[in-house]
């Protein structure tokens, strides 16, 4: 990304998973962009050290690129955004894409780095995709950011309705929209018919289900020998994704007679929509993305219209049928209502989805005498006995500082220490990916 000699924005964005990373980038683009030829970003990725910490492959195939990109732990993060913000040329945004108590730790460990000083980047935090559980949870962890953002108008109105049913200041709420949508529109079918399975790794959860939708997708490959049929994976085995999958569905695949044009494929999800027809999903944020292009777009029912899939966010879009209905040649057409409330903006005004989200960070960062501390809601007063624990989770204290014996808290790692923490690393996604879900499987016959 070349250096504009006359005005640069530094953008910093802490991320704990491939997904989120994409958000948080694109976000980042999005938001500090002005469209003047004299602007510029700097953009540097920190990636959060832990379970889901993404892959060199995982990196390239999202696909955004940074001027600079490391893994750090929480207490590393803090002591460079300390030494930043110290420094001549503090970064200007802090984009923290983490899962809410990631977010939480971070605000407070930053108002303990930032402490006295009024010259620090304006914090902004928000939600990779559809949020459809654990509203109250998430925003309240995601309170005391300078803005949270919320990808759609109903987003946008569910948040302010929480934050102030609590008492909390909902003025940082920020509609804007998904960063990632785009693309070429749908024009029509292609040659061949190209209908996409998009997987996700959590969703459905259980061996019998994943197996029954491999079996339906398969199935309609097989009565539609003309068509291609893909199955859109996250990851490939071993690789950890914003959620955890214990039974991925390349090892399903690997016990079924697959017919010739039934194929597993990984890449951007962008790219596959480049050829897709109709996109079939549980729950997936690829839905939002077809529908975006106004391709074709079926939200399953097979397994119930539930909570606990996602699923029922889409009740009322119009998109909601079943396998059965699909192979008798169902095509759903979007409610225009819906989708316009969701942040999609098919009708065109997606490139104006971000203006308000650059207009108050350009306020703020012109804020006479700087900005004021971070305030989050939940403090040692209003949670006392939740606060603490998720600061622990990131080795800070009550107040935010690191906790004595914190990784890296005095020192940079040293050569052995690198390849000790590589290994268990290494270990601990071993038992969680492999160990783990043999043990609770065992613990349920």
């Given amino acids: 990304?070349?250096?504009?000699?006359?005005?640069?924005?530094?953008?910093?964005?802490?991320?704990?998973?491939?997904?989120?990373?994409?958000?948080?980038?694109?976000?980042?683009?999005?938001?500090?962009?002005?469209?003047?030829?004299?602007?510029?970003?700097?953009?540097?990725?920190?990636?959060?050290?832990?379970?889901?910490?993404?892959?060199?492959?995982?990196?390239?195939?999202?696909?955004?690129?940074?001027?600079?990109?490391?893994?750090?732990?929480?207490?590393?993060?803090?002591?460079?955004?300390?030494?930043?913000?110290?420094?001549?040329?503090?970064?200007?945004?802090?984009?923290?894409?983490?899962?809410?108590?990631?977010?939480?730790?971070?605000?407070?460990?930053?108002?303990?780095?930032?402490?006295?000083?009024?010259?620090?980047?304006?914090?902004?935090?928000?939600?990779?995709?559809?949020?459809?559980?654990?509203?109250?949870?998430?925003?309240?962890?995601?309170?005391?950011?300078?803005?949270?953002?919320?990808?759609?108008?109903?987003?946008?109105?569910?948040?302010?309705?929480?934050?102030?049913?609590?008492?909390?200041?909902?003025?940082?709420?920020?509609?804007?929209?998904?960063?990632?949508?785009?693309?070429?529109?749908?024009?029509?079918?292609?040659?061949?018919?190209?209908?996409?399975?998009?997987?996700?790794?959590?969703?459905?959860?259980?061996?019998?289900?994943?197996?029954?939708?491999l079996e339906r997708l398969v199935q309609h490959a097989r009565r539609h020998p003309e068509r291609e049929v893909l199955l859109k994976l996250r990851s490939r085995p071993g690789e950890h994704t914003t959620h955890l999958e214990e039974l991925p569905y390349q090892r399903l695949a690997q016990k079924t007679d697959l017919p010739p044009n039934f194929r597993l494929v990984y890449g951007h999800m962008g790219e596959v929509l480049d050829r897709t027809d109709l996109l079939v999903t549980i729950s997936s944020t690829a839905a939002l993305e077809a529908l975006h292009r106004r391709i074709p777009t079926v939200v399953l029912t097979d397994l119930g219209v539930r909570e606990v899939l996602g699923n029922h966010h889409f009740v009322g879009s119009g998109c909601l049928a079943s396998w059965d209905q699909l192979d008798a040649g169902h095509r759903p057409t979007a409610d225009e209502e819906w989708v316009a409330r969701q942040g999609v903006a098919a009708d065109g005004g997606y490139a104006t989805a971000f203006d308000q989200a650059r207009e108050r960070i350009a306020e703020l960062l012109d804020r006479p005498g700087g900005l004021p501390p971070l305030a989050p809601y939940y403090t040692s007063v209003t949670a006392p006995g939740y606060l603490p624990g998720i600061l622990a989770r990131h080795h800070l204290g009550p107040d935010g500082s690191p906790l004595p014996g914190a990784p890296a808290a005095d020192r940079e790692p040293g050569p052995v220490r690198q390849i000790v923490r590589r290994a268990a690393r290494g270990a601990y996604r071993h038992g969680v990916q492999r160990v783990a879900p043999v043990i609770r499987r065992m613990g349920e016959l």
Avoid at 121 to 141: F, I, Q
């Fill in 1 to 213: 990304m070349p250096v504009s000699a006359t005005k640069v924005l530094r953008v910093a964005v802490l991320a704990d998973s491939d997904t989120r990373w994409k958000w948080g980038a694109l976000t980042a683009n999005r938001i500090a962009a002005d469209d003047s030829p004299e602007s510029d970003i700097r953009l540097d990725g920190y990636l959060l050290r832990g379970r889901a910490t993404p892959t060199a492959r995982q990196l390239t195939e999202v696909g955004v690129r940074a001027d600079s990109l490391r893994e750090v732990t929480a207490v590393e993060f803090l002591r460079a955004m300390g030494e930043d913000a110290a420094g001549e040329e503090p970064y200007d945004v802090l984009v923290l894409a983490l899962v809410g108590g990631g977010v939480q730790a971070m605000l407070h460990g930053l108002g303990q780095a930032w402490k006295g000083r009024t010259r620090r980047p304006v914090v902004v935090t928000g939600y990779v995709g559809v949020v459809y559980e654990k509203l109250a949870d998430g925003l309240l962890l995601r309170h005391g950011a300078d803005l949270v953002l919320a990808n759609s108008r109903q987003d946008a109105e569910r948040f302010r309705a929480v934050y102030d049913g609590v008492g909390a200041d909902a003025s940082a709420v920020t509609e804007v929209a998904l960063p990632f949508l785009g693309g070429a529109p749908y024009t029509g079918e292609h040659e061949p018919c190209t209908v996409v399975f998009a997987a996700q790794p959590s969703v459905p959860e259980n061996r019998r289900d994943r197996t029954y939708l």
